[in-house]
């Protein structure tokens, strides 16, 4: 019997956050600790599964904000102070719990996570976070795509394409200059998707094939596909669509029956930086008054026991294997229900947000690569991307998804609810005005007039992320989110202000590219009406 | 004591509720137990502001007061422009500017003058007019609003309409949404009549389908609407 397909994705995101100089903030900590403690223990994990002749395949999204990111120089000198002061704290650590070896060996192994993503940060990737994920892709270990530039939630700009066109043709242009050569797929972010994108993506997405969906982009659709989400469709614009397994990937996201919930797995909320006096922590945190995280987590989850047991490796780890053999036998259980009802093998869609490996999860690099052992030994079933799969059954029903989303209630939601909805029209305001701007001086020749309307289309692009919505909607850091739409906005009407009146003020210029130096080669032309 | 939706209310920290009542009132609610806290919270906010999405969104978001900027922002930029985004299948967030010519214009000309929504149904063949859905009469004062949209045409926009002296007149039109039935609100026929095998394959393709939304114990997960005619159209998942 021929093997059924697991194709699964990571997907790595983050806003883009760049401090000034004489900055420093929290949301900044964000980048350092998903770098130390998710994609360093990931690039290390699928190396030492290369070591192992292990064959696997994994799709990675890394979005371009995230891109931009890692090659940035100044981030990751920022980076290494970061990790420099969690050292110096896990010393102190070491020094203060030398009477209690329990806890002892959970801080050495943690001091340990830092002392090695600094040497390898310096050593081995030569101050380049994005050059090991270059490196395995590459080697086609791992298959690396994009998504729209800033995270832009696709469904609520349906009447901006502009704004959708910019977003991809800006992606494509940052992973072609750093992955050499065009993505062979797409992400849409938080799978939102609405039935004309197809289209647009089509025009823009060059030599990407496929994307992502929810599942309920097939389900809730019109008809359904013959083959249900367990291949994928081809969409009326001739791109493959895959749909997700909600269900198997339930069994880590779920907030309350997942796996990373369980009682011997380190507890993320429990950090000295809460738990000791501040006298002794305080250096170590941006907010003295109100504690925050250090890194350095002692207990594990333990159930709901007011008093947390000390984490131990050996114990987590061993439920890292009864998890990784479990998440593998629903798969192959789910297999065969679904086997005879189609007429191929069926593929499990599953996508996991990358920054839950490690940082939130702390053993799910530890499982995902059980996970990938076992499918390697498996004679049942085998890991594929999306571009494998299309190569090996390329027939698929044409088929029209519907409007969806991975979001809270399927739809748009988290993007519109009573608070955050305003700020679509300042949005959408400046979108116009950017529009206007680049279309009045599409013909424009000076070149400084050209990096202003330049400038328009890089903050209209980072105005849209949807990283300020939802951190509006969950109230994270809302302030801060306040601040970057503000920042943004007021750049855009600026830049109006400027071009309109032919008044240019090269200084403030540089000043607001050097600010966020993202996207260099951005061409506003992508924004003109046609 | 009012009749609160008091299991919301109970669902909440001690934090929140203690904000909740500071935020409105003089009271220091620090010494109130936690049945005090609730009634405070209920005598403080009317009924239907209780149940108003935007107190559940106040709730969710307790620290919204910081988000100044937002609530100073323009309401009216100088233009008349008329926008819609879909929130799910059945709401939709609209919100408008009128000019503040435009505006003096109307009222110069009648000062009785009055603006609406109009819901249009799209003609999708030559030959069909466009249909108006529903209108809602909103005021000079307001926008924005959410919208309920009972059933969601196929191709569909919202216009923002003027009333001076007796006249309706189009303003501003939004983008026209091409929207796809969902399949189970569908009317459309199957083009080929179902067999009891093939009825019996899709069932079972649609209950693996409709798995993402069930738990482990074969529990529904996800609070949705759809999902809920889905169900009382086809019944449950598990069978």
């Not at chain 1, 002749?53 to 980076?79: A, Q």
Request: aromatic letters at 12%.
């Amino acid at each position: 019997m021929s093997k059924s397909f697991v194709n699964l994705t990571l997907n790595a995101h983050l806003p883009y956050i760049r401090p000034l100089e004489d900055e420093r903030f929290l949301e900044e900590d964000w980048y350092y600790e998903a770098v130390v403690e998710s994609y360093l223990p990931l690039v290390r994990m699928f190396n030492k599964l290369i070591k192992d002749n292990v064959s696997f395949r994994i799709t990675l999204v890394l979005s371009p904000s995230l891109v931009e990111m890692m090659k940035d120089r100044f981030l990751t000198d920022r980076l290494l102070e970061y990790i420099d002061s969690h050292i110096e704290l896990g010393e102190k650590e070491l020094k203060r719990l030398k009477n209690e070896p329990k806890v002892y060996k959970v801080a050495e192994e943690i001091l340990e996570m830092y002392k090695l993503a600094k040497k390898e940060i310096e050593e081995e990737y030569n101050y380049n976070i994005l050059s090991p994920f270059q490196t395995l892709n590459e080697d086609q270990k791992i298959e690396i795509i994009t998504t729209a530039s800033t995270y832009a939630f696709l469904p609520l700009y349906e009447s901006k394409p502009s704004l959708l066109t910019s977003s991809f043709v800006t992606a494509m242009k940052v992973h072609f200059d750093n992955f050499k050569g065009y993505p062979s797929g797409l992400w849409l972010p938080e799978c939102g998707y609405f039935p004309t994108l197809d289209a647009i993506l089509k025009k823009d997405v060059l030599e990407s094939k496929y994307f992502t969906l929810s599942s309920t982009a097939f389900s809730f659709s019109e008809s359904y596909p013959k083959r249900g989400n367990y291949a994928p469709v081809k969409t009326p614009s001739g791109l493959y669509a895959f749909a997700l397994d909600g269900a198997l990937m339930s069994f880590v996201n779920s907030s309350l029956t997942g796996y990373p919930g369980d009682d011997d797995y380190r507890e993320f909320y429990r950090d000295i930086g809460y738990d000791l006096p501040r006298n002794y922590v305080g250096k170590y945190l941006h907010n003295k008054e109100h504690g925050g995280f250090t890194g350095y987590k002692y207990y594990a989850v333990s159930g709901k026991k007011a008093e947390k047991d000390i984490y131990e490796r050996d114990k987590a780890m061993y439920k890292v294997k009864l998890h990784s053999e479990n998440f593998i036998s629903n798969i192959i259980e789910k297999k065969n229900k679904v086997q005879p009802l189609i007429d191929r093998p069926p593929i499990f869609n599953l996508a996991f947000d990358a920054e839950l490996f490690g940082h939130w999860w702390k053993e799910g690099v530890d499982w995902l690569e059980s996970v990938l052992r076992l499918i390697d030994k498996s004679d049942e079933l085998k890991t594929v991307t999306g571009s494998d799969y299309i190569k090996e059954y390329p027939e698929a029903e044409v088929f029209s998804p519907t409007f969806s989303s991975l979001a809270d209630g399927t739809y748009s939601y988290p993007y519109l609810d009573g608070n955050n909805n305003k700020i679509q029209r300042l949005i959408f305001n400046a979108l116009d005005k950017v529009q206007d701007l680049t279309t009045r001086f599409r013909t424009e020749i000076n070149s400084v007039k050209l990096r202003y309307l330049n400038q328009a289309v890089r903050d209209a692009l980072l105005l849209c992320a949807s990283d300020w919505p939802k951190i509006l909607h969950n109230n994270s850091c809302p302030s801060y989110a306040e601040k970057r739409i503000n920042e943004h906005l007021t750049n855009i009407d600026k830049i109006c202000e400027l071009l309109s009146h032919n008044k240019l003020e090269t200084s403030w210029l540089v000043k607001a590219e050097r600010h966020y130096p993202v996207f260099e080669g951005i061409d506003f032309k992508v924004f003109t009406l046609d | 004591m009012k009749s609160a939706p008091n299991h919301r209310l109970e669902a909440l920290d001690r934090h929140t509720l203690e904000l909740l009542v500071k935020r409105d009132s003089d009271v220091d609610p620090s010494s109130y137990t936690d049945d005090e806290l609730i009634d405070a919270v209920c005598e403080i906010y009317p009924n239907d502001v209780l149940s108003s999405i935007d107190f559940a969104n106040k709730i969710g978001n307790k620290d919204t007061d910081s988000l100044s900027c937002f609530n100073k922002a323009p309401l009216y930029f100088n233009r008349t422009s008329i926008d819609l985004v879909l929130r799910d299948l059945h709401w939709c967030y609209v919100f408008w500017s009128i000019s503040p010519t435009k505006n003096a214009e109307m009222l110069e000309q009648d000062s009785q003058a009055s603006i609406y929504l109009n819901f249009i149904k799209k003609a999708r063949k030559k030959e069909e007019r466009d249909e108006i859905v529903f209108s809602v009469d909103v005021s000079f004062q307001e926008s924005e609003r959410n919208i309920y949209l009972p059933e969601i045409p196929s191709s569909f926009a919202v216009v923002l309409m003027e009333r001076v002296n007796g006249k309706e007149t189009m303003i501003a039109t939004s983008y026209i949404y091409n929207f796809q039935e969902p399949f189970f609100l569908s009317e459309k026929k199957p083009a080929t009549k179902p067999t009891k095998k093939s009825i019996k394959e899709k069932e079972d393709l649609n209950n693996l389908f409709f798995a993402p939304l069930v738990n482990q114990d074969g529990y529904l997960v996800v609070d949705n609407p759809v999902l809920d005619r889905y169900f009382k159209e086809y019944g449950g998942v598990n069978e």
